[in-house]
């Protein structure tokens, strides 16, 4: 195969012919004919003689396949590399020679390559002849047939060149068993094999070039563990030249490169650990077979560092993913009322930390956007923010949805596992919302991550290293579930480290305006209108104010949405005509605060959003100015909805 290497596509396929002169003479009486499809070399040389010169012509590839007769061609065949066409004897060939033979004398002998042929006695009897017939498997052999012969008054002896060349050198007279039929039929295989050897070759050349730019070090062997190659990688791995391993005992150049299991037991080994100089590296062992059968082995070892880096780089990408969903820094958390300045002032004092941080506030008072605003403050900027709400999954999912999943793990996980959310907020932020939801098993696991910083996959033992911050938040007064044994009193005490409190809206009615105003200047952006958000803001301030936002901002935010399309709609918030105002904005017209409005009538209230969204829980939500989570939570409790 090495000497097709160096032939550029398209080039002739390039023959060498070996063999005594007698056959080379008939030889070249056919080149011409092949002038257009290959360019063939001959070469008047048998056995040592042609060996030297294919081997030289193989060093130098400049020969994609050889063509020889008889013993020849199976003593060449036995110490090349490139494929070796023979040229054979057919029935039809010894006929023509017999005919021949005949005009010389009715004593004919024959010696032919390694069996005699009983057909021939069928034919002597037809040609009234005597034939006596001999085998040869070696040159040696060869000539001490013909001298057999020549002692029992055989004149004439049909045979291959070698026992041409053996017959003149006594004296008798020899004719060559070959035809020109069957010099064609062997330079015809010779050209398919030829052609084959190409085909391989590129494919080899292709395979070794993979082989000579892949990071990873490969090396392969043969079944009894030998090194039949290895890439540069591999060389530079083991401290050793290019080619210096080839032909090696793979136990004694590295023991921990030794395959010998892989071949005895026929099973790939993957994701092995290796410690080669010193070093760790991730090595598969896989079996190499041909048709079924073991032929072989090899070993791809990766260093342990490139896999970190690429893992890095690959947690890098999920983190420039989700950079994008981080929106609010502490610039962007609007209000002046001192709460919400005091709130803004410790969230600051926390950013400059990597401590555990528990936000606390009913729903829609901003701990997501505290969140957010923390982690952009913190030193783990523009790493990944991922956040994952507690109570939105059930226990198992939400199990999976943190812990990652191995290949496996369970039936309909998904093919290659599944990277949790711990690993994806690597180097980041984990904002846990909800996290008074968290089932008390997944409490424990937590627990250990934030104890061990290292966290393993579901269906895995092995654990990953995990470097994050945690940001949780509950509505729920955790010290009560605690007492309630709801909540693991060790866990709340470690999430507490830093604890911040948010003021829910009724405790800062001052704040109400600068945030409508934020809220109403948004959605007049995204509408493309030019009123000035106070045009919309002024003349509802009074509502706006005495109201008790139970839904906190976001509800005030919802509302804002709405009020703004209705002035825009309108022309101005005078013009809204009042039942347009009191069926679109509801919240205007209820006074007192939350608590007061008795379960029954509640009820009513959520019952007739959902009725007026056709049912959609998000659309309700948003009517609400719930997340989905809380109107879900306040839909079991008011016995809505099943
Ligand atoms: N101080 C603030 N300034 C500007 N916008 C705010 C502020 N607080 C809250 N918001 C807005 O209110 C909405 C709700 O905030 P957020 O999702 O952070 O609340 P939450 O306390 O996490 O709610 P829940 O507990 O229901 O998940 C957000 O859309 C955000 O735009």
């Known amino acids: 195969m090495a000497a097709a290497l160096r032939a550029r596509p398209g080039e002739r396929l390039r023959l060498c012919f070996l063999s005594y002169r007698h056959l080379t003479h008939l030889a070249r ?11 063939i070399e001959v070469v008047d040389r048998a056995f040592e003689g042609a060996l030297a010169v294919a081997q030289e012509r193989e060093r130098m590839g400049t020969v994609d396949a050889f063509v020889s007769a008889g013993a020849n061609a199976s003593y060449l065949r ?33 010696v032919t390559h390694r069996r005699t042929i009983p057909e021939i006695d069928a034919i002597k009897e037809l040609l009234r002849i005597e034939v006596t017939q001999g085998a040869y498997q070696t040159a040696e052999e060869a000539s001490a047939r013909v001298k057999e012969m020549a002692a029992q008054g055989f004149p004439v002896i049909i045979g291959s060149s070698v026992v041409m060349e053996a017959a003149e050198k006594l004296g008798i007279h020899g004719i060559l068993a070959y035809s020109l039929a069957g010099v064609r039929q062997g330079l015809e295989d010779a050209l398919e094999l030829a052609r084959i050897a190409r085909l391989e070759s590129a494919r080899y050349e292709q395979l070794n070039g993979v082989l000579q730019h892949v990071q990873e070090a490969v090396l392969a062997v043969d079944l009894d563990d030998r090194i039949t190659a290895a890439n540069p990688a591999m060389e530079t791995l083991l401290g050793l030249s290019a080619g210096a391993a080839i032909g090696r005992f793979a136990v004694e150049v590295e023991p921990e490169l030794s395959l010998a299991g892989v071949l005895a037991g026929g099973e790939a080994e993957k994701g092995i650990v290796l410690r080669i100089r010193r070093r760790d590296f991730i090595a598969n062992r896989i079996p190499i077979r041909e048709h079924g059968q073991i032929s072989g082995a090899m070993i791809t070892v990766y260093d342990a560092r490139t896999i970190s880096e690429a893992d890095k780089s ?3 990408q999920a983190r420039r993913r989700s950079v994008l969903s981080t929106r609010y820094a502490l610039s962007d958390i609007r209000g002046t009322s001192p709460a919400i300045e005091r709130a803004r002032g410790t969230a600051a004092r926390f950013a400059a930390t990597d401590l555990t941080v528990l936000l606390s506030g009913e729903s829609g008072t901003g701990k997501e956007v505290f969140a957010q605003a923390i982690h952009n403050l913190s030193a783990r900027a523009g790493r990944a923010f991922v956040a994952v709400n507690c109570s939105a999954f059930p226990e198992s999912l939400l199990e999976s949805e943190l812990f990652g999943y191995e290949d496996g793990a369970f039936t309909g996980s998904r093919k290659g596992g599944k990277v949790g959310l711990f690993e994806a907020a690597h180097t980041g932020t984990l904002f846990l919302d909800e996290i008074g939801d968290m089932p008390l098993t997944l409490q424990t696991r937590l627990l250990r991550v934030l104890q061990e910083r290292e966290i393993v996959r579901l269906g895995s033992v092995a654990p990953i290293p995990v470097d994050l911050r945690i940001i949780a938040a509950t509505h729920q007064p955790l010290e009560e579930l605690v007492r309630q044994r709801a909540f693991r009193a060790d866990l709340y005490y470690r999430l507490n480290t830093l604890n911040l409190r948010l003021p829910a809206l009724r405790e800062r009615p001052e704040d109400v305006t600068v945030l409508a105003e934020g809220f109403v200047t948004a959605c007049l952006l995204r509408m493309g209108s030019r009123l000035p958000a106070p045009a919309v803001v ?28 209705l002035v825009v709609h309108f022309g101005s918030a005078d013009a809204i005509p009042p039942d347009i105002l009191r069926h679109d904005c509801p919240e205007l017209f209820r006074h007192g605060p939350a608590p007061d409005v008795a379960p029954e009538d509640e009820r009513a209230y959520v019952a007739g959003v959902l009725a007026a969204c056709d049912g959609s829980r998000q659309a309700a939500a948003r009517r609400l100015g719930m997340s989905r989570a809380t109107l879900w939570r306040r839909m079991k409790q008011l016995g809505i909805g099943g």
């Open 29 to 39: 009486t056919v080149l011409d004919e092949y002038a257009q499809r290959a360019e």
């Open 78 to 110: 036995g110490s090349l590399k490139s494929p070796v066409a023979t040229i054979n004897v057919g029935g039809y060939d010894i006929l023509l020679a017999l005919l021949r033979a005949r005009e010389h004398s009715d004593r004919v002998g024959i």
């Open 314 to 316: 690959l947690r890098s």
């Open 538 to 565: 002024a003349p509802l301030e009074r509502w706006l104010t005495a109201y008790d936002w139970p839904g906190n901002v976001r509800e005030l935010e919802n509302l804002c949405e709405r009020l703004t399309m």
